[in-house]
């Protein structure tokens, strides 16, 4: 069975600060995916990245930045210098390649950004 | 390219009514994928279709909710005699393929 893991439930942090949201996942395929999804306050979600598991190399866009360890099962996602607009929900998701399995949810993480 | 279209964005229902959602995938996909997301929860896995067929519906209650994506038009989620948990939002994604989602805007259902 998969499952994703996102440990922390809220994280506050004052602007500019950077902040690290934890993944963890389980899986038995040997070739699967993982995403990071944005909900803001509107509800919508927002793409943030899709990794598959042959690539290990760490990803960096802008202010974010993604670390994939296929040791620890972790993809921990960072945001430098945090924004008030980068308030919001953010999800961590696993989907693997065999069969037609569907995307599954970890419970998310809050993140709130104070000025 | 229009991106995955869902309405309503909002639909108020009384209990016992039927509640329909309907979600556009984008254009050249062909799998479609329903998500509930509950107050406060992260987004449960539903139904998946490709056209014409239900492909796993797992996720699915085995009572009054059922799915289709006919060969024209979008695709459909239907409600059967609402209930007050059926409160949530739902989620569609279209996908060219498998392993990579798009999601609409989602539609919040209030049941009152």
């Known amino acids: 069975a998969q499952k994703v893991t996102q440990a922390q439930t809220e994280i506050s942090v004052v602007e500019k600060e950077d902040v690290t949201l934890d993944c963890v996942y389980e899986t038995r395929d040997t070739t699967y995916y993982l995403f990071w999804y944005k909900q803001p306050p509107s509800g919508e979600l927002v793409f943030l990245i899709r990794?598959?598991?042959?690539?290990?190399q760490n990803e960096i866009s802008g202010r974010y930045s993604w670390n994939f360890q296929k040791s620890t099962s972790s993809f921990n996602f960072t945001i430098t210098a945090s924004q008030v607009v980068d308030s919001a929900v953010y999800f961590c998701?696993?989907?693997?390649?065999?069969?037609?399995?569907?995307?599954?949810f970890g419970k998310g993480t809050r993140l709130s950004v104070i000025a | 390219n229009a991106g995955v279209m869902q309405n309503p964005r909002h639909l108020v229902r009384r209990r016992g009514q039927e509640a329909r959602l309907r979600c556009s995938p984008m254009?050249?996909?062909?799998?479609v994928y329903w998500y509930r997301q509950l107050p406060e929860e992260g987004l449960k896995f539903m139904v998946y279709?490709?056209?014409?067929?239900?492909?796993?519906e797992s996720g699915m209650p085995k009572e009054r909710f059922s799915a289709e994506f006919p060969k024209e038009g979008p695709s459909i989620l239907r409600i059967q005699q609402v209930v007050r948990g059926d409160s949530a939002a739902y989620f569609c994604?279209?996908?060219?393929?498998?392993?990579?989602?798009?999601f609409g805007q989602g539609t919040r259902l209030t049941v009152v």
């Open positions: 254009k050249g996909h062909s799998h």
């Open positions: 998701a696993l989907s693997g390649n065999s069969g037609n399995t569907p995307l599954v």
């Open positions: 990794r598959n598991s042959f690539d290990e």
């Open positions: 994604a279209s996908s060219p393929r498998r392993g990579e989602a798009f």
């Open positions: 279709l490709q056209k014409e067929n239900i492909i796993d």
